[in-house]
């Protein structure tokens, strides 16, 4: 019976997103955006996941008062729900050519990282809007990979997936992922990661003033191939206006220190980029998963 139950909200599930897929070509981008935030601005609040949240915001902001802890969280909520609206047009978009809803910074960085042909890990956050990241190296004819967390729900999974084609290739989180990653940099191409998840096997590493498991892969594979690591993000403007920031690459000059040192230190330095982005725009970063240590 519960097998059968489970096969009937699966269903359910990938026919409601089904149905919003199609609303939103409909309706186009501007409007699915808006629409997408503000149903998930009324659904999110409803949710256990809005303690987590303001658990994590009265953690890293003690002196912040609850009405602006519950203005960030609306916001962060909104920012959420546009990005699914989003998510439905992110293929087609182009940050190079759409000068009305793109801008970039730090160009310079990514025609250097052409000109050497070395290939690069390119980190990230769950900030803005996350999903159209890598179409700042896709859309210059490059190939990038990123590695992903399937849903649940295979229908929904299957969905998912055919509206991420053209954004990048994607590799199932755990071992077979990261070793996809290990060949594509090996062959000098480019590894999108979001850097700012919890791994309970990781490294304690402060984080918003708290330590926080982090995950070593970026350092490792960097240390081990002799790739850069690129920090970019994209930020949301206003509706579907967006920057992309793509900044200069993350270095770690001592030759004095050992492995785990270096892998520390490169730990620190992503996390405190990560870090001036969410207290920039805190509004904009998904507060609703568990990223510190208890």
């Not at 602006?68 to 992110?90: P, Q």
């Not at 801008?103 to 999903?131: M, P, R, T, V």
């Not at 892998?263 to 992503?270: A, D, F």
Request: proline content about 4%; glycine content about 6%; aromatic content about 8%.
């Amino acid at each position: 019976m519960k097998k059968i139950l489970l096969i009937i909200s699966y269903l359910i599930e990938a026919i409601l997103l089904l149905f919003w897929i199609i609303l939103c070509k409909i309706i186009g981008i501007k409007l699915s955006s808006f629409v997408g935030g503000k149903i998930v601005q009324f659904i999110g609040p409803l949710t256990k996941l809005d303690n987590i949240a303001n658990s994590n915001l009265t953690k890293v902001f003690p002196n912040l008062s609850n009405k602006k802890i519950s203005i960030i969280k609306n916001n962060m909520w909104n920012n959420i729900g546009r990005n699914t609206g989003e998510l439905i047009f992110a293929s087609k978009l182009n940050p190079y050519l759409d000068k009305k809803k793109f801008s970039i910074i730090g160009k310079k960085y990514l025609e250097d990282l052409k000109k050497n042909k070395s290939g690069a890990i390119l980190f990230s956050a769950h900030i803005g809007n996350w999903e159209i990241c890598p179409l700042i190296i896709t859309r210059r004819g490059e190939r990038v990979t990123s590695i992903y967390r399937h849903a649940n729900n295979p229908i929904t999974e299957k969905i998912i997936q055919r509206l991420r084609k053209g954004i990048c290739l994607y590799a199932p989180k755990g071992p077979k992922g990261a070793n996809t990653l290990f060949k594509v940099l090996r062959q000098k191409k480019y590894a999108a990661i979001l850097a700012d998840q919890k791994l309970n096997e990781g490294e304690s590493i402060k984080f918003l003033g708290h330590p926080a498991k982090t995950a070593t892969a970026i350092a490792e594979l960097s240390i081990r191939l002799s790739v850069p690591i690129i920090p970019v993000h994209v930020e949301r403007i206003k509706g579907v206006k967006f920057k992309y920031i793509v900044e200069k690459p993350i270095k770690v000059d001592s030759k004095e220190m050992n492995h785990d040192d270096k892998v520390k230190m490169i730990l620190l330095k992503i996390n405190n980029k990560i870090e001036k982005w969410i207290l920039k725009n805190p509004e904009q970063w998904l507060w609703i998963h568990n990223r510190w240590e208890k």
